[in-house]
């Protein structure tokens, strides 16, 4: 018996002795995490409600600014007709009746939906008016006449206050004094409207005594559902409609708009968003499954502690995976990938269907892991493993080769519109744009494929084939495919030599550079110009700039380009003082560590005023990059050189870029001024780029104008300054000066053909 007590008392012993170890590990474990847990929950609590505060606040604001934006642009859409020299033609010198129905009544209530028009006298009578598409009888004008007058006799000078009433425009104005426009909001006909008066003019140098008091073009625009819906969609606000006096319901915000006097003009009311609710929503699954976790903690514990030999055993059955595949996104490597090829080669051989290699190589990833680091591009990386392994078939293998490079072994070969689909669906699934740590990344992928069929080689040939399809399709100007044929050997030597010719025409300065007109909205004045690359080889004739400019982002040689350009547009700028010279910069130029000392060197070295010269950016410059690029465009700033965003629409593009970077100015690319009259969607952009950009206090240049419609658009729509073939093509040097010395002998065309 005591020989069986011992060994049953030792085993006692040891099992509380397990016992005690467990508590000592399990119960500090416990503690921190519920502490944790506790701590975890009031600081959301909290966030929450300060959040919601914050969300309140912020709409309001958005919403003010909102409709000071709208009133803003129906002043302008007036002061578009009213400045015109037809207006002071006919209705400033001598009134013509159809001259102001056509171009001022139908205009403005047919192209911007302007509810009345009025046109008063320099006596302040009224000679013109259509109400609703119909000139207004007298009983309506009783009533709405008080109103119209007070905007009046503000206009004229005689009542400074306005009361009753919102000013919206922001010309400095002294009271007391006549003022050429303005913009109110205020109550009309028991409906919050806006009103926008501006004097027909500008003067024309005749004088007060013989002109007389100028008369006057008002238009009001109400504040209605149709209004209040566009102002909802476009800042998100949920059921936003006008109220009465009654309170809104419960979770409702109310919003009172009151003049001057404190009158109430309308009051407005939406649900706002509650973010804070919505963080406590989403929190409290993560931590219940938190509790519930933390009660399994001890017992998954116990478990791992136990099976801590067998896990060790398991972890040598993965080393040998490990050997044969990636560490980092678990496909195989480039060891398994090669035997697999040599196998699918053999098989083929042996009368197999044929196959395809896919060789995929990832644009712009090492931008990434400069940028944001090799930790997001890890993830990256494992984010593309994901999106293969759900594009392709389950047959395909997939592989990681090393970096940025993954292939494909694919059946899907023979049929080159079968192997071509294939690989837009990985470009499509690879380009989608990726969410990673806060960051918004976008990348593209190049695709190389080669076939694999009985007449093939070794591996080594096959995966050189699908090499140079590759570097084809990079060349072509990358996120495409491009399938093997014998005519890419030719094709790459050429290119080759085209890359030394390139060379060869930068060192020995046999490049040249035009220029293109930027005017003034008018179209009248040349306020700047845009430097454009051309070569002519001498063998070749005209090389596009798509394709050496490509050859020379390839190659590397756009630094030396952009530097060449650069220092060539400052020193034919320094014949031009009165406007601005504008070079494109590339993402790889703007990237070097040492660009602002390159353009501060080049500044010197031509005695070029900074203030003048004004370098054009892509959001390509940008992307991944944005700490470094502020860092860039403040010393740039600091020179006094301007920053203009060019292609604004085109991209992914972000108003982070625009709140955080200091641009001067915006571009419209120029594929929506060819839209606009065809497409009412790429007017609404533009417009709403321009007040985008007006209310950041940018420039707005608009791009590829061609008709006297797209520029008198452009122009009510509240542009600065237009470029495109209507006002002159990219010129020499010689041409350029010649203009700026005789502006008269230009005028404005249509669309040239090209």
């Known amino acids: 018996m005591p020989a069986v007590a011992r060994p049953r008392a ?15 590990v399990v119960v500090p474990i416990g503690v921190i995490v519920a502490v944790a847990i506790v701590c975890n929950v009031v600081a959301v609590l909290s966030s929450a409600q300060r959040a919601d505060v914050v969300a309140v606040d912020h709409e309001k604001q958005l919403f003010s600014r909102a409709l000071t934006n709208y009133g803003e642009r129906v002043l302008r859409e007036v002061e578009s007709v009213a400045s015109s020299d037809g207006a002071i033609q006919n209705i400033r010198r001598s009134f013509d009746a159809d001259w102001a129905k056509q171009r001022v009544g139908t205009w403005l209530e047919t192209y911007f939906d302007h509810d009345y028009i009025f046109i008063f006298d320099r006596n302040d009578d009224l000679i013109y008016s259509i109400v609703g598409h119909r000139p207004a009888d007298m009983k309506w004008l009783a009533n709405a006449r008080p109103g119209l007058i007070s905007v009046i006799d503000y206009l004229r000078g005689r ?4 009361r009753g009433a919102i000013r919206l425009d922001k010309t400095a104005m002294a009271d007391g004094t006549a003022h050429q426009q303005t913009a109110v909001i205020r109550r009309l006909m028991d409906r919050p409207a806006v009103v926008a008066a501006v004097v027909v003019g500008p003067g024309d140098g005749t004088p007060e005594s013989l ?21 909802a969609a476009q800042l998100r606000l949920t059921n936003l409609r006008k109220i009465e006096q009654d309170p809104p319901p419960n979770g409702d915000l109310a919003y009172d708009l009151t003049g001057s006097d404190g009158s109430t003009i309308a009051r407005f009311a939406w649900t706002p968003r509650q973010p804070g609710a919505e963080i406590v929503h989403n929190v409290v699954p993560f931590i219940a499954v938190a509790f519930i976790g933390f009660a399994l903690l001890a017992a998954f514990v116990l478990r791992y502690m136990r ?19 990636d560490p980092l996104c678990g496909l195989p490597n480039r060891i398994f990938f090669g035997e697999r090829l040599e196998e699918v080669i053999e098989e083929v051989r042996n009368g197999s269907a044929p196959a395809a290699v896919f060789y995929i190589d990832l644009d712009h990833f090492k931008d990434v892991n400069d940028t944001l680091g090799h930790h997001v591009g890890d993830e990256l990386i494992r984010n593309v493993t994901l999106r293969l392994s759900h594009t392709l078939r389950g047959g ?15 059946s899907v070969a023979g049929d080159s519109e079968q192997m071509m689909w294939l690989a837009q669906r990985v470009i499509a699934a690879i380009c989608a744009p990726y969410a990673i740590n806060a960051q918004n990344i976008i990348i593209g992928a190049s695709i ?7 007449k093939c080689e070794t591996a080594a040939d096959i995966m050189r084939y699908a090499d ?10 990358r996120n495409r495919a491009c399938i093997y044929d014998a005519a890419m050997d030719a094709d790459l030597s050429s290119r080759k030599l085209l890359e030394a010719d390139l060379r060869a025409a930068i060192e020995n300065d046999q490049l040249q550079l035009l220029y293109q007109p930027v005017v003034n909205k008018s179209g009248e004045t040349v306020v700047g110009v845009e430097a454009l690359c051309r070569w002519t080889h001498p063998t070749r004739g005209e090389i596009p700039p798509s394709e050496f400019i490509a050859i020379a982002e390839h190659s590397g040689l756009i630094i030396n380009l952009g530097n060449w350009v650069l220092r ?11 406007v601005t010279v504008a070079v494109n910069v590339s993402s790889l130029q703007f990237r070097r560590i040492d660009f602002v000392e390159v353009v501060q060197r080049i500044l010197k070295e031509t005695r070029f005023d900074p203030v003048h010269l004004e370098l054009e950016l892509t959001e390509s410059v940008l992307l991944g990059n944005v700490d470094t690029a502020e860092e860039a465009m403040l010393r740039l700033k600091a020179l006094g050189v301007r920053l203009a965003l060019d292609d604004f629409g085109t991209g992914y593009s972000s108003l982070l870029y625009l709140r955080r970077f200091p641009f001067d100015k915006l571009k419209i690319d120029r594929s929506f001024v060819r839209s606009i009259e065809k497409a009412a969607d790429a007017a609404a952009i533009v417009h709403a780029i321009v007040s985008l950009g007006r209310g950041l206090g940018m420039k707005v240049t608009a791009e590829g104008v061609e008709t006297a419609d797209q520029q008198l658009f452009l122009r009510a729509a509240g542009v600065h300054s237009l470029q495109g073939f209507r006002f002159g093509r990219p010129v020499t040097v010689a041409e350029i000066t010649a203009r700026l010395r005789s502006p008269g002998n230009f005028r404005p065309v249509e669309a040239l053909a090209s």
């Open 10 to 24: 030792s085993d006692v012993r040891q099992y509380t002795s397990w016992d005690r170890a467990r508590l000592s």
């Open 468 to 477: 140079m399809a590759l570097y084809r399709a990079k060349n072509e100007g």
């Open 448 to 454: 190389g494929i080669a076939m694999i069929d009985d």
């Open 396 to 410: 395909d293998l997939v592989a990681r080769l090393g970096g940025d490079e993954f292939a494909v072994i694919s």
């Open 568 to 578: 060539r547009a400052c020193t034919d700028g320094k014949a031009w003082p009165e």
């Open 307 to 325: 099976r801590t030999a067998a896990t060790i055993a398991a972890g040598e059955s993965r080393l040998r995976h490990l050997a044969m595949h």
């Open 159 to 162: 009542d400074p206050n306005l």
């Open 211 to 231: 002109d007389g008091v100028p008369p006057v073009i008002m238009s009001v625009k109400f504040i209605d559902d149709s209004t209040l819906s566009s102002i």
